[in-house]
């Protein structure tokens, strides 16, 4: 007899135990599913945001928080370029012929060497910026033409 009353506690345990198991798995898997459900509501949310934000102007993209630089060696190395760049020719030109309040989106612009880009894109704005002021190479450029065609008149 004491065969079966082990064999009925033991078998009580088990069912306990999975039980508890059970319920436990049923608890994460609901959680779960809440956080995907939150998840997706927050995606959601967030996306209609995102249109509005294109309706007004904005540029769809949600914004990152703005990083800055710190690395003192990153910081020489980027004031390095910038310093090649502006001890130029095409740089000289280019702030005389172009006064600060009349600059536009087009025209080349120093890259902010406090912005934490990585270091590839930071050597591909340094080569877009150097290759803009390459336009300004020729302050004279338009005289040079003028006095090209002038030669050939007389």
Known sequence: MNVQVFDWAEKTEREQRDNCRKAAKEKMKSERQEKTHNIKRQKRHNS???????????????????EIEMD?????????QIDYGKNTVGYHNYITQV???SRTKDHPKTPDKYSKYSR???DMLIKIW???LHEYDDGNSQDN???DGS????
């Open 48 to 66: 209609e945001y995102d249109t509005e934000s294109n309706s007004s102007g904005g540029s769809g993209k949600s914004k990152k928080p703005l």
């Open 72 to 80: 003192p060696s990153v910081l020489q190395r980027r004031q390095k």
């Open 99 to 101: 006064p600060i309040a």
């Open 120 to 122: 590839r894109s930071w």
């Open 130 to 132: 150097r290759k803009n």
């Open 145 to 147: 033409n003028k006095s």
């Open 151 to 154: 030669d050939e008149e007389l």
